[in-house]
Each structure stands twice: as structure tokens, then as C-alpha cells.
């Protein structure tokens, strides 16, 4: 299997400082094969902004991946809020790109965030975490213009309850709905390596979520760290692996202008 680490941030996301170089630097320190920089762009935040600058982006980024093409494989991605509410405008930003590769990830539902907690004002965690999936079915149903949908189970991060597990269960038809409906379109889902710190022993989504996407079909599988510095670039990625080896998958996907590589 090949090590890959296609989900990083760095300044020119609303959230990172990370240098890019530094980035690249560390992916070599860690051995991977290739990387993918997936800065963000969400159109309706609350609080923070999430523009970028594609043309500096992809200056910077290109005269990077030239500088280090004798030394690894990089690729020039965007992760990109789905919004229902900005469906046109996601759709033309997506194709006026020429993105490598693109993460659909649902960050605010309906101008509602969660990461400063306002989305889960008044809720129970089973009505925040079904309204969660139920708003990535409609998503994935809705939008085509993504590879991978993000950090399925991000919503488990924010929650303000004791226990922050996503009991899995209790929503599998609506899970089982999303996976299917990527399966069909011909998308693929990420393990995002950010969750260890949360969950331990796996990341967004749990290798659960990965061997149902398998067994349901599922073809098309990342990882990616979800960096926003670069002492992270890399980190549990080869555990990762090493799960999606045992679940039976032979090799990462790689994307290049959002056709798979391999
Ligand atoms: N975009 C972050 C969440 C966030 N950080 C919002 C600052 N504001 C998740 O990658
Ligand atoms: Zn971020
Ligand atoms: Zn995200
Ligand atoms: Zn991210």
C-alpha cells in the first residue's frame, strides 16, 4: 500500500498558519509516497472565513510540487464545506478549478456551526448526531462534484457531552444510505486521522463505518491527517493502513484533476 496523506491544511486556509514547504518537508521525514493539499473553502461559515485565493494557491503549491518532483508525489486538492444552501455556488467553484482532488465535508448546517458548539444549543446527542447524518445523506445525494466525502463522525469532535461517541446503531439506515449512495456515484470516504486523539484506536469514521463501506461495495478509500500544523503531516497513517489492509482493500486511491490514478 502506498503512503498517502491527502488531507492537510496550511496558511491558506481561514484556520491554518502551516507553511506548505514544511508540510512537504515532514511527509518526506515520514516516508509517504504522496500528499495532497486540501485547503478549505466553505461559502457560508458563521464567525470565521473560509475564502482562498486559487490563484496564489495554485502558484505557490505548483512551484512546490515542481521544486520536489524528484522527492514525492504532491497533488493540489481543496476540501470544500456541501452547503444545501449554496449549492450553485459550491458547483461552479468546484469546476472552475483544476483541483486534483476534492473532499466534500459538511462543517455548518444551515449557517450553524459546529465547532464553536451553536448547532448543538437545545439538542440531544442522538437528535444532533441523527440531524448530522440525515444532512450528509441529503448532501451526498445532492452533490457531485466531490471524490471523498470528509471525516464522516466530525460532528462526535464538537458535541458538548460526556460521553461524545456516535452510537452508530442508532442511525445505521441513514449510514447505511450515505455509503451507498457514494458507492453508486462512484465516490470514495476518508479515514481522517484526527479523530485518534479522540477516539484512541481510529479516526473519522471508524474501521466499522470502512468495512461496511466494503462490504456494501465500496471501492475507493483515503486517509489523510487533517493538519493545520506539520508536526501532524503523516501522523497514524500507517495504522490506517495497515486496518484497511486487514479489511481486504489492496492500495490507497490517488486522484489527479479528480480522476482516480488507479
Ligand atoms: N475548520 C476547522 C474548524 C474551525 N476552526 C472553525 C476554526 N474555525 C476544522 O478543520
Ligand atoms: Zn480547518
Ligand atoms: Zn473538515
Ligand atoms: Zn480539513
Redesign the pocket.
Given at each position: 500500500m502506498r503512503k498517502i496523506d491527502y488531507h492537510m491544511?496550511t496558511h491558506f486556509?481561514?484556520?491554518s498558519e502551516a507553511s506548505p514547504r514544511e508540510h512537504i518537508e515532514q511527509a518526506i521525514r515520514m516516508g509517504l509516497d504522496e500528499i495532497c493539499f486540501t485547503d478549505?473553502r466553505?461559502f457560508d461559515?458563521p464567525?470565521?472565513t473560509?475564502d482562498l485565493d486559487t490563484d496564489a494557491y495554485f502558484m505557490e503549491l505548483s512551484a512546490l510540487k515542481n521544486e520536489y518532483v524528484d522527492r514525492i508525489i504532491i497533488k493540489i486538492g481543496v476540501?470544500v464545506g456541501l452547503d444545501m444552501d449554496h449549492i450553485d455556488e459550491i458547483n461552479t467553484f468546484v469546476a472552475q478549478c483544476p483541483f486534483d482532488y476534492v473532499i466534500g465535508s459538511i462543517?455548518v448546517i444551515h449557517h450553524t456551526?459546529?465547532?464553536?458548539g451553536e448547532f448543538f444549543k437545545g439538542k440531544t446527542k442522538e437528535e444532533a448526531h441523527r440531524e448530522f447524518f440525515e444532512e450528509t445523506l441529503k448532501c451526498v445525494q445532492t452533490f457531485d462534484c466531490f471524490n471523498c466525502l470528509g471525516h464522516l463522525d466530525?460532528i462526535m469532535r464538537y458535541g458538548p457531552y460526556e460521553d461524545k461517541r456516535v452510537e452508530h446503531e442508532l442511525y445505521q439506515d441513514i449510514i447505511d444510505e450515505i455509503l451507498k449512495t457514494l458507492i453508486q456515484k462512484g465516490k470514495g470516504i476518508e479515514v481522517n486521522t484526527?479523530g485518534y486523539a479522540l477516539n484512541k484506536t481510529c479516526g473519522f469514521p471508524n474501521f466499522d463505518i470502512v468495512k461496511r463501506y466494503k462490504e456494501l461495495g465500496g471501492t475507493i478509500i483515503t486517509v489523510g491527517t487533517?493538519s493545520?500544523t506539520s508536526d501532524r503531516v503523516g501522523e497514524h497513517v500507517e495504522d490506517v493502513l495497515k486496518h484497511y489492509q486487514d479489511i481486504g482493500f489492496d492500495d490507497v486511491t490517488t486522484f489527479t484533476k479528480r480522476v482516480k490514478d488507479n
Open positions: 491544511h486556509s481561514g484556520d478549505h466553505d461559515y464567525i470565521d473560509f476540501e462543517h456551526e459546529f465547532y464553536y466530525y484526527s487533517d493545520h
